[in-house]
T-cell receptor
Framework: KAGVTQTPRYLIKTRGQQVTLSCSPI?????VSWYQQTPGQGLQFLFE???????NKGNFPGRFSGRQFSNSRSEMNVSTLELGDSALYLC?????????????FGPGTRLTVL | TQLLEQSPQFLSIQEGENLTVYCNSS?????LQWYRQEPGEGPVLLVT?????EVKKLKRLTFQFGDARKDSSLHITAAQPGDTGLYLC???????????FGQGTELSVKP
């Protein structure tokens, strides 16, 4: 079974631009969560989607948004990029939306904002 | 607000030594997970603990969940260079797939 895939793997943008990241979950998984990882803050939860609905949301500004499609693939969008948005963005998929469900992480998208 | 305090943040030891990583919180978690992350990769799940007082073993790794489900520890016996990596604990409040991560422990095992 293929793992979680994320595209692109690396991205360089400039301040003020917007970016869209994509995540394809493991086949059959209906929950997709997004995390931001930085050296200073570690891994922080952005949001979770389950069956095309946002189930949970972290403490990030409205510039960060996401969506999930009927095939469970998910995208996250960051508008008006700031230097502080430079980070590794990870998505994780799980079968359902239960806390004890195993979450499988993708390799991440490394975003650099100049 | 950091709800999960993980210590130590950095650990450099020689091959064959034992080590323990701690994960503490003032909150009660419904489950706690330990991950290992290597550079350029996403975290990989090592274990999930659910019951207070639970102990799980994975070869040379021993995981314990505190009786009150507020803390956990990871003990590695006879560490090997292949154990090098970032170890992360993550707690769940049973709010769907949301995980609260500790800051991580960067482990380096020298041959």
């Amino acid at each position: 079974k293929a793992g979680v895939t994320q595209t692109p793997r690396y991205l360089i943008k400039t301040r003020g631009q917007q970016v869209t990241l994509s995540c394809s979950p493991i086949s059959g998984h209906r929950s997709v969560s997004w995390y931001q990882q930085t050296p200073g803050q570690g891994l922080q939860f952005l949001f979770e989607y389950f069956s095309e609905t946002q189930r949970n949301k972290g403490n990030f500004p409205g510039r960060f948004s996401g969506r999930q499609f009927s095939n469970s693939r998910s995208e996250m969008n960051v508008s008006t990029l700031e230097l502080g948005d430079s980070a590794l963005y990870l998505c994780a998929s799980s079968l359902n939306s239960r806390g004890a469900d195993t979450q499988y992480f993708g390799p991440g998208t490394r975003l650099t904002v100049l | 607000t950091q709800l999960l305090e993980q210590s130590p943040q950095f650990l450099s030891i020689q091959e064959g030594e034992n080590l323990t990583v701690y994960c503490n919180s003032s909150s009660v978690f419904s489950s706690l997970q330990w991950y290992r992350q290597e550079p350029g990769e996403g975290p990989v799940l090592l274990v999930t603990v659910v019951t207070g007082g639970e102990v799980k073993k994975l070869k040379r790794l021993t995981f314990q969940f505190g009786d009150a489900r507020k803390d956990s520890s990871l003990h590695i016996t006879a560490a090997q260079p292949g154990d090098t990596g970032l170890y992360l604990c993550a707690g769940s409040y049973n709010q769907g797939g949301k995980l609260i991560f500790g800051q991580g422990t960067e482990l380096s095992v020298k041959p």
